[in-house]
């Protein structure tokens, strides 16, 4: 297939391939998702989940194909204005210095402002809404390195949101949270998404979530033949499938063959009060 130019103000990933060491991780992606959306990607561990949001954003180059925001080459955006367009939530963050919960939040302004400069007024001002948006306003001076994991979560989503971007990427934002926070950090996320028209894609772990708060699903495969320290992969010599079994809505996606295919298991679907929900067999 040849590189498709996309113009409509989505994310397009075209034939997307990357190799760690001639470790095939990912093997011909190709995703349309569609602006304001709210995708997930979903599979087993070293399926190359972080590994393709990490592409995405621009923070590893692939040996082939191109990611398009907005209709632009990521590979040749300028950092700076990847920084204005796409908001980045890694797993991890953690700090051994007790910033207040504002300055943590006020770095997400650093792409507008130069040099050697300081924020002004109006940084303060949207790094305080930001913060108010995730319901976090009354935190602001607390100590970033004494407030819980999932007020943590939800004050990185803030920073985030301090860039004003118009795409949020999500790498399991529910980790090492307590049910409570999984379900008020993933509706937060989606209630952004509606409000603010944000384009969100995220990995996630529990396909119930990926059922209940998603507009589509990416369902991935690990790739046969091996595993490295960034996820599973194939020497560059061996045939692939691919890494996608399938792109599209929830309801479409996460049926039993696709989930056997992704994860190996057995699963029965259960309807309650017009949900869905996967049980393992």
Same mark, same amino acid.
Request: with cysteine; charged share 20%; aromatic share 4%.
């Given at each position: ?102 300055? #943590? +939040? /006020? ?6 402002? &130069?040099?050697?400069?300081?924020? %002004?007024?109006? @940084?303060? *001002? ?90 589509? #699903? +990416? /369902? ?6 091996? &595993?490295?320290?960034?996820?599973? %992969?194939?020497? @560059?010599? *061996? ?43």
């Amino acid at each position: 297939m040849g590189v498709i130019r996309t113009d409509d103000g989505g994310i397009r990933v075209s034939d997307v391939n990357l190799l760690y060491d001639r470790v095939l991780v990912l093997d011909e992606v190709t995703l349309n998702l569609k602006r304001g959306s709210v995708t997930t990607l979903l599979g087993p561990n070293g399926c190359g989940k972080t590994t393709l949001l990490k592409v995405i954003n621009g923070l590893l180059k692939p040996n082939g194909g191109t990611i398009y925001v907005e209709g632009k080459n990521v590979a040749i955006m300028n950092p700076r204005d990847l920084a204005k367009t796409i908001g980045h939530v890694s797993q991890i963050h953690k700090t051994s210095f007790p910033f207040s919960v504002l300055d #943590v +939040v /006020l770095t997400g302004r650093m792409p507008y402002i &130069s040099a050697f400069s300081m924020p %002004g007024a109006g @940084d303060l *001002e949207i790094a305080e809404r930001s913060l108010s948006k995730v319901g976090m306003g009354h935190l602001s001076q607390r100590p970033y390195t004494q407030i819980s994991g999932g007020e943590r979560q939800l004050a990185m989503i803030a920073r985030a949101l301090a860039q004003e971007p118009r795409f949020l990427i999500l790498d399991e934002p529910t980790s090492y949270l307590d049910f409570k926070n999984q379900v008020l950090v993933l509706k937060m996320v989606t209630d952004l998404a509606r409000k603010g028209d944000f384009t969100v894609v995220m990995t996630l772990h529990d396909p119930n979530h990926a059922l209940m708060f998603s507009d589509e #699903v +990416v /369902l991935m495969r690990k790739l046969a033949g091996g &595993s490295d320290e960034n996820g599973g %992969g194939l020497r @560059d010599d *061996e045939p692939s499938r691919g890494n996608v079994v399938a792109f599209g809505r929830p309801s479409e996606v996460m049926i039993p063959e696709n989930i056997a295919e992704a994860y190996g298991i057995r699963v029965e679907i259960l309807e309650h009060n017009g949900r869905r929900i996967l049980l393992p067999l």
